[in-house]
């Protein structure tokens, strides 16, 4: 499973320090007030439905054991001491999932090489083995927190991408129940520097969490602001970006994308799965533009996306979890599909979302661009 940003703690032993978590009581705490005590206002949550905010304590070596890595070896012995000379940094604190694990990137202004994974509990016991897991194994991708529900996919070209990163994935095997438990990171490169250990402790989150959220909601609004500039939509709307476009002759050619939305809807089921459908009408044929050099239309021109998964609300952060575990991505009927096998499911997103009676809003906010989506329920 893929995930994005983690809340970063530097921790330093007294004496030494091994790429452990020797304070996790502090980064508990830390975790803990990215949300509240469970009185969450108007966010929609009757303090019964919620996901566990903190939930059972997790043994370390069970979680250790039942961690799923590809590319990683899992070494039984006491965890590499730390000498510095490297460093890397986290995003926000993470969510996960039961039976599919949660993603952490990890960027970095040196050239590292590997990374150590330290499992304990959330009183410190680290668990009798670590992960190895090399720079290669790591998943080197960046995207927008919404994916494909972002409509103009060429102002999502143009974000700003990290250089130096890797996206670490971790999947849960079923013997992972959903609690808390801490880990500890360190990078090392091929120099023998291993950086200080960041730590943070999370919530394994269980399906579904919010019966407010189940149902079909579909679009009301998407707001985008790019560079100042802000556009709101609904279904039926057109939105138009004039751009130019790269010809396979080398030259250029000025086109108009027009997007309109025809359909955005999302379905959350009791047992924790979702359905989201996406389908946009777009009449610019890019691939007979480059060919051509000249702006070709095609008024049939369509994009459809189809996503189903699991979905987890996490009640004290007020956070909205999906994970993908198939797909059908249909462009004007070039279709490709995929199922993922059990425990690698995709992130779709993970965002905060506030809940008001019969509407919801996602967030996505960054230096670069806003996008704020708002539901309404059938």
Do not use: H
């Not at 921790?11 to 969450?40: K, P, V, W």
């Not at 996490?314 to 999906?322: D, E, G, V």
């Amino acid at each position: 499973m893929k995930l994005l940003r983690i809340l970063m703690l530097v921790l330093i032993a007294s004496t030494f320090t091994y790429c452990s978590d020797d304070t996790t009581d502090d980064a508990m705490e830390q975790t803990d007030d990215n949300g509240d005590n469970g009185d969450n206002g108007d966010n929609g949550d009757n303090g019964d439905n919620g996901s566990s905010e903190e939930g059972d304590a997790l043994n370390a070596n069970t979680v250790a054991d039942g961690l799923r890595i590809s590319g990683a070896t899992q070494i039984t012995a006491a965890p590499p001491e730390a000498t510095g000379g490297i460093d890397f940094t986290f995003d926000d604190a993470p969510s996960a999932l039961v039976g599919e694990g949660f993603e952490q990137n990890i960027s970095s202004d040196d050239i590292f090489n590997g990374v150590y994974l330290i499992i304990s509990d959330v009183d410190g016991n680290i668990a009798d083995s670590y992960y190895d897991i090399p720079a290669d194994a790591l998943n080197g991708r960046s995207s927008s927190d919404f994916g494909n529900l972002s409509i103009n996919r060429n102002r999502i070209n143009e974000m700003s991408r990290m250089i130096e990163f890797g996206t670490l994935d971790v999947g849960f095997a079923s013997s992972i129940p959903a609690g808390r438990f801490c880990y500890s990171v360190c990078v090392y490169d091929d120099a023998g520097n291993i950086s200080l250990p960041q730590d943070v402790c999370i919530v394994v989150e269980s399906f579904g969490g919010n019966d407010d959220l189940l149902g079909v909601w579909n679009l009301q609004s998407e707001t985008v602001i790019f560079e100042g500039e802000t556009t709101t939509v609904g279904i039926g709307d057109e939105d138009c970006d004039t751009f130019n476009l790269g010809c396979n002759n080398g030259d250029t050619v000025t086109v108009e994308d027009c997007v309109t939305i025809d359909v955005l809807r999302f379905t959350f089921n009791a047992d924790g799965s979702y359905t989201f459908v996406q389908r946009i009408s777009e009449p610019l044929d890019f691939d007979a533009s480059q060919e051509n050099c000249e702006e070709v239309l095609d008024e049939d021109g369509f994009y459809e996306y189809t996503s189903n998964g699991a979905w987890a609300y996490n009640n004290s952060s007020q956070k909205l979890l999906l994970v993908e575990n198939s797909f059908t991505d249909n462009d004007n009927g070039d279709v490709d599909s995929e199922t993922f096998p059990a425990g690698e499911g995709e992130v779709f997103f993970d965002l905060p979302i506030e809940i008001s009676g019969n509407t919801f809003t996602l967030s996505d906010l960054d230096d670069v661009e806003t996008i704020i989506i708002t539901m309404e329920k059938e």
